[in-house]
């Protein structure tokens, strides 16, 4: 079992910057693969990025919708996984979700087991 808590999130300005963190319980962290997801209002929960876990090499992902603005890192010495976001965009606005033990389509939100409670990020115009 894996508890996520993730922090950050809060309101800015379209162009300005957050980082997102997820904070995760348990001594085998590493060995997960992390996501990051977003979920606006009326709207499914979308994928945002991911990182595999560190004995494939912390490999990243990224849809073409985040792709150059957004970086998914990971700090296994503090169990936390980084969500940094720049150039926001209006349509950024979401609750942020982390998700760890992904079992197959690391794209898909339902390939994963644990899931954090969500931050919301609200970029205005």
């Known amino acids: 079992q894996v508890q996520l808590v993730e922090s950050g999130g809060g309101l800015v300005q379209a162009g300005g910057s957050l980082r997102l963190s997820c904070a995760a319980s348990g001594r085998t962290f590493s060995s997960y693969a992390v996501g990051w997801f977003r979920q606006a209002p009326g709207k499914e929960r979308d994928f945002a990025a991911a990182?595999?876990?560190?004995?494939?090499?912390?490999?990243?992902y990224y849809p073409d919708s985040v792709k150059g603005r957004f970086t998914i890192s990971r700090d296994n010495a503090k169990n936390t996984v980084y969500l940094q976001m720049n150039s926001l965009k209006p349509e950024d606005t979401a609750v942020y979700y982390c998700?760890?033990?992904?079992?197959?389509?690391?794209?898909?939100?339902?390939?994963?087991?644990?899931w954090g409670q969500g931050t919301q990020v609200t970029v205005s115009s």
């Open positions: 998700a760890a033990g992904v079992r197959g389509n690391r794209y898909a939100a339902g390939s994963y087991d644990w």
């Open positions: 990182i595999s876990n560190t004995w494939s090499g912390g490999l990243t």
